[in-house]
């Protein structure tokens, strides 16, 4: 018998804990890394440093080599290309492992770490740029293993947020943590299995969310036969869906059809639609959901004379910076405004907008119109409290202000 430690690591070196709450409005305390000690070695999918704690999780029962046979059955699973900072990384190995050992799981403020993150506006304005940054990690990797003699190679699908659970511990802390659950039981040696599996995946990187996990049940495994007799199962492919940690439905074969249908019917059933939803209003829905963009650029060579006119009479030195915008802003392409030209014209944005006259701020308005239209920009000011905010609200006093009298361009 052995002793069982899990090694938990911050890879923020303790700037979630001290910046998270400003930057996501919830309190973050660490950026989880984890591996489980026992037999006298740490074993890890990627190592970082000291562990910031040590979780002991009792003694197991599993001999050494059975465990090794056992590393060795999940190291197809566990690859370098289908590592992914959110849907599978090292914690999703040691709830693996831990599962597989002692019949537990790790702690739930870790392993629900990626949906308190992606909870937040700002985790979920993220998720695009941190896939993109796995997928070319991934590319190389699997290109790497293409090089190479290898059996049974994964896949280089990394977006596709599928776990891997292959023993009942490790499946039952997924499902218990998460409303709705789709677990896939398949094998190498299965045809209908490998045609299903792209479209399993699909829906997973489609549907998957903080309350939505798919899993993926390797029969290939030995463990996994044990998973396997708890849930009744005896051919592959088969899908069982779980609503609340309750198996609901179930689906044997491979019909794509009929899979999307199940697991859209299991996704109604954990988030039903708002009963206004179903009110018929043909009016309303005939309006159009796109934004009103106004693309017409005005005469910027007028404008900026009329904003340097304003700027010299109330002695500001900030009009470089709003004629550096009017330029950038002319090309109107995706990367014409970078963060330096940004940040140099929110900052002379308030200068102006503290001391101007409200009617003196329809140039600068306009000029906020023409920047917008770039999208970076754009996702920029979405992202971040900017003086955009500080010139409708000027301005829309102003305008209370003069009431009838409102000249007709600043309604």
Same mark, same amino acid.
């Given at each position: 018998?052995?002793?069982?430690?899990?090694?938990?690591?911050?890879?923020?070196?303790?700037?979630?804990?001290?910046?998270?709450?400003?930057?996501?409005?919830?309190?973050?305390?660490?950026?989880?890394?984890?591996?489980? *000690?026992?037999?006298?070695?740490?074993?890890?999918?990627?190592?970082?440093?000291?562990?910031?704690?040590?979780? %002991?999780?009792?003694?197991?029962?599993?001999?050494?080599?059975?465990?090794?046979?056992?590393?060795?059955?999940?190291?197809?699973?566990?690859?370098?290309?289908?590592?992914?900072?959110?849907?599978?990384?090292?914690?999703?190995?040691?709830?693996?492992?831990?599962?597989?050992?002692?019949?537990?799981?790790?702690?739930?403020?870790?392993?629900?770490?990626?949906?308190?993150?992606?909870?937040?506006?700002?985790?979920?304005?993220?998720?695009?740029?941190?896939?993109?940054?796995?997928?070319?990690?991934?590319?190389?990797?699997?290109?790497?293993?293409?090089?190479?003699?290898?059996?049974?190679?994964?896949?280089?699908?990394?977006?596709?947020?599928?776990?891997?659970? @292959?023993?009942?511990?490790?499946?039952?802390?997924?499902?218990?943590?998460?409303?709705?659950?789709?677990?896939?039981? @398949?094998?190498?040696?299965?045809?209908?299995?490998?045609?299903?599996?792209?479209?399993?995946?699909?829906?997973?990187?489609?549907?998957?969310?903080?309350?939505?996990?798919?899993?993926? *049940?390797?029969?290939?495994?030995?463990?996994?036969?044990?998973?396997?007799?708890?849930?009744?199962?005896?051919?592959?492919?088969?899908?069982?869906?779980?609503?609340?940690?309750?198996?609901?439905?179930?689906?044997?074969?491979?019909?794509?059809?009929? $899979?999307?249908?199940? *697991?859209?019917?299991?996704?109604?059933?954990?988030?039903?639609?708002?009963?206004?939803?179903? $009110?018929?209003?043909?009016? $309303?829905?005939?309006?159009? @959901?796109?934004?009103?963009?106004?693309?017409?650029?005005?005469?910027?060579?007028?404008?900026?004379?009329?904003?340097?006119?304003?700027?010299?009479?109330?002695?500001?030195?900030?009009?470089?910076?709003?004629?550096?915008?009017? @330029?950038?802003?002319?090309?109107?392409?995706?990367?014409?405004?970078?963060?330096?030209?940004?940040?140099?014209?929110?900052?002379?944005?308030?200068?102006?907008?503290?001391?101007?006259?409200?009617?003196?701020?329809?140039?600068?308005?306009?000029?906020?119109?023409?920047?917008?239209?770039?999208?970076?920009?754009?996702?920029?000011?979405?992202?971040? %409290?900017?003086?955009?905010?500080?010139?409708?609200?000027?301005?829309?006093?102003?305008?209370?202000?003069?009431?009838?009298?409102?000249?007709?361009?600043?309604?």
């Amino acid at each position: 018998m052995s002793q069982v430690q899990l090694y938990v690591y911050d890879l923020s070196g303790g700037l979630a804990k001290a910046l998270s709450m400003q930057m996501t409005g919830k309190q973050i305390d660490g950026i989880w890394h984890t591996s489980v *000690v026992v037999f006298g070695k740490e074993i890890f999918y990627g190592q970082h440093g000291q562990p910031l704690q040590i979780a %002991d999780f009792g003694e197991t029962a599993i001999d050494e080599d059975t465990f090794n046979e056992y590393l060795d059955d999940i190291r197809e699973h566990y690859t370098a290309d289908k590592y992914h900072l959110l849907d599978f990384n090292c914690n999703s190995f040691t709830n693996d492992v831990i599962g597989f050992l002692t019949g537990q799981h790790i702690p739930s403020w870790i392993r629900d770490l990626p949906a308190d993150f992606l909870s937040t506006p700002f985790g979920a304005s993220m998720r695009p740029m941190i896939d993109n940054m796995f997928r070319p990690v991934a590319q190389r990797a699997a290109s790497s293993a293409a090089n190479q003699p290898t059996v049974n190679p994964g896949s280089s699908t990394v977006a596709a947020p599928v776990h891997i659970a @292959t023993n009942p511990p490790s499946l039952d802390s997924l499902i218990k943590s998460h409303k709705a659950s789709v677990v896939f039981f @398949t094998s190498s040696s299965c045809s209908p299995c490998r045609m299903i599996e792209p479209a399993f995946e699909d829906l997973a990187r489609e549907k998957a969310g903080p309350d939505v996990v798919f899993v993926k *049940v390797s029969m290939d495994i030995p463990a996994a036969s044990e998973v396997a007799g708890r849930w009744g199962v005896r051919v592959t492919p088969t899908f069982i869906m779980c609503l609340g940690g309750e198996r609901i439905d179930e689906l044997k074969g491979a019909d794509r059809g009929e $899979l999307k249908t199940r *697991v859209d019917l299991l996704l109604y059933q954990a988030f039903p639609p708002h009963p206004h939803m179903s $009110l018929k209003l043909p009016a $309303l829905k005939a309006l159009s @959901t796109q934004a009103i963009v106004y693309e017409q650029v005005p005469d910027l060579t007028k404008l900026l004379s009329k904003i340097h006119a304003t700027t010299i009479s109330l002695g500001l030195a900030e009009y470089p910076s709003i004629a550096a915008m009017a @330029t950038a802003a002319r090309v109107q392409g995706v990367d014409s405004i970078n963060d330096q030209i940004a940040e140099q014209f929110f900052k002379a944005s308030d200068a102006f907008i503290a001391v101007a006259q409200p009617q003196d701020l329809f140039p600068l308005l306009d000029l906020w119109r023409v920047a917008l239209l770039n999208q970076t920009f754009a996702t920029k000011c979405a992202l971040n %409290d900017c003086a955009m905010a500080n010139v409708i609200a000027k301005i829309s006093e102003h305008v209370e202000k003069l009431g009838g009298a409102t000249p007709k361009l600043l309604h």
